[in-house]
């Protein structure tokens, strides 16, 4: 085994997370020593990994690249433009020579006596084992397992002749030319999907249990455009357009939750434009839940409406009775033939990278823990773990929580302090605990099935991850770092 090295810090991930997190390590503190470990062969994360055709965000990049760096392209971006713009800001700010690839972290332990992490790695290239020692560990795994999707189990699946494909592990020589091609789900997997392969495929149908929210609207942000024929900075123009996207994506979630009917009824005119009255939008396109409770797509110029009524492409809300040897049995009796079968069915959840903890020679259940506004949990001391939005691009929440993380290692710092942990204060102690978050707020299914993995929920602001973005942009910089909550040794 090689020496140990030590580190201020040790950054799990070097997703848009992790690598955020290295970049205002090093603005904002500068003497920080900190190495980020990531299991796979480059940076990125989820753009790196996910292959399948047409893969790109489904909200815009104007919030979700970081606010430190302009986002000069369209709304909507493709993975290879993403990873473009990270690998600028790995570039531009020399944030390389933190990052080590192909390092998966398998375990790590905290120790009281020392007041650190001891952390065990596995080169994926050379099977090496390593060994670090941390600090403080800043968990950027993301919230599901890499290596492989969800695909529920059906009846009959072993009996199908043609190719079953999830498409997190899309195969690079997948040949779907002239294939009748059935994909299951309708989240914004399917909605990118769909377009990227219709036109090369005899057909594709799109078989949903239950229909799903989309917003179509043109991939291009009007302001932005008038702002640069002004001659406007492009800095300028990145907090202008986020200011503005930012103020009206509040608005829209308020009036989801104040007038939800109102809303629904919105979005549902805005897919009937593109399919036409006498489209069955009853059975393909009207939710029974209301706005917000999963994330709501956007659709760049309607593209997969476009396919639907082009022919290439069909919708069918119906069930899975079993798969067969030519394709799909749904309850209705229907059968849908197909060649491949591609299931957007989800995630499964990591929640800690599959990573072993050990507090003190115990395992961590992390079901045990109270979580301290979705960062921080009672008896791990030494952690933060970025979990961001559901309703608002993650990475804004990737930054406020870095400027925190910065201010409390600086906080540690002053007061002479090894070890924070957040604890439950006197008056919590006869608090309600919650699942992590409230199915009537939120409830897709990855979180739905992972819930019993999760912390759990105080009926106080500091025990619950809010998602609420407007909240937390004043709330997090606000926190007293002195609070009872918070306890120091
Ligand atoms: C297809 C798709 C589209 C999406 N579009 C949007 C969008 O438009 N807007 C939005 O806000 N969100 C979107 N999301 C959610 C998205 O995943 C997050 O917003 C964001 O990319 C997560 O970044 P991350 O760095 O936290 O996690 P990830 O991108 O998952 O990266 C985590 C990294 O940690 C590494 N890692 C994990 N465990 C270990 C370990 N044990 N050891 C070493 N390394 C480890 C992984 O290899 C990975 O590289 C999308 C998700 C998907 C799948």
Redesign the pocket.
């Given at each position: 085994m090689t020496p140990v090295e030590h580190f201020d810090v040790l950054i799990?991930?070097?997703?848009?997370?992790?690598?955020?997190g290295a970049y205002h390590l090093t603005r904002q503190r500068p003497g920080t020593s900190f190495v980020v470990?990531?299991?796979?062969d480059s940076?990125?994360?989820?753009?790196?990994?996910?292959r399948y055709p047409g893969?790109?965000?489904?909200?815009?990049?104007h919030?979700?690249g970081y606010r430190f760096k302009p986002w000069e392209g369209p709304p909507?971006a493709t993975?290879d433009e993403i990873l473009d713009y990270m690998g600028e800001v790995v570039e531009e700010n020399d944030l390389a020579q933190y990052i080590r690839y192909n390092?998966?972290?398998?375990s790590t332990r905290w120790s009281s006596e020392d007041s650190r992490w001891t952390i065990e790695?596995t080169r994926t290239d050379t099977g090496e084992s390593l060994r670090f020692t941390a600090n403080f560990l800043w968990m950027?795994?993301?919230?599901?397992r890499?290596s492989e999707g969800y695909t529920p189990e059906w009846p009959g699946m072993e009996e199908f002749q043609g190719e079953i494909v999830h498409?997190?592990t899309w195969p690079e020589d997948l040949d779907y030319a002239g294939k009748q091609v059935v994909v299951i789900g309708s989240g914004?997997?399917t909605a990118?999907l769909v377009p990227a392969i219709a036109a090369d495929c005899q057909h594709v149908t799109v078989l949903q249990r239950s229909p799903t929210y989309f917003v179509p609207g043109r991939n291009r942000n009007d302001l932005a455009e008038t702002l640069r024929e002004l001659d406007i900075d492009e800095e300028w123009i990145h907090e202008i357009v986020r200011r503005k996207i930012l103020h009206d994506q509040a608005t829209f979630t308020q009036r989801s939750f104040d007038e939800p009917e109102k809303v629904k009824s919105e979005l549902l005119a805005g897919v009937r434009a593109y399919l036409g009255a006498d489209y069955d939008m009853e059975t393909h396109f009207t939710p029974s839940y209301r706005p917000w409770r999963q994330?709501i797509a956007f659709v760049p110029d309607g593209d997969i409406f476009q396919g639907l009524t082009s022919g290439k492409a069909s919708i069918v809300t119906d069930e899975i009775d079993r798969f067969t040897g030519e394709g799909i049995l749904l309850k209705s009796g229907d059968e849908l033939q197909a060649d491949i079968i591609i299931t957007a069915t989800g995630?499964n959840m990591?929640v800690?990278?599959?990573?072993d903890i050990e507090i003190d020679g115990k395992p961590l259940v992390f079901s045990d823990t109270v979580n301290y506004r979705g960062m921080m949990f009672t008896g791990v001391p030494n952690l933060l773990w970025?979990?961001?939005?559901f309703r608002?691009?993650?990475?804004?929440r990737?930054e406020l929580l870095a400027d925190f993380v910065c201010r409390l290692l600086a906080h540690m710092e002053e007061k002479g302090a090894r070890r924070v942990e957040v604890a439950l204060r006197p008056e919590d102690e006869d608090m309600e605990l919650l699942p992590w978050i409230d199915p009537e707020n939120f409830n897709p299914g990855y979180l739905m099935r992972a819930m019993d993995l999760l912390p759990r929920r105080g009926d106080k602001p500091e025990w619950q991850h809010s998602q609420d973005y407007w909240r937390e942009k004043d709330e997090i910089p606000a926190i007293d770092l002195d609070a009872p909550e918070f306890l120091y040794e």
């Open positions: 799990v991930g070097a997703g848009i997370s992790g690598v955020g470990l990531e299991a796979l940076f990125g994360g989820t753009w790196w990994m996910h893969i790109r965000s489904d909200s815009d990049l919030t979700f909507i993975a390092h998966k972290i398998t790695a950027c795994q993301g919230y599901y890499h498409p997190q914004a997997t990118t994330r995630f990591s800690l990278g599959d990573i970025i979990f961001g939005y608002a691009s993650w990475t804004l990737v």
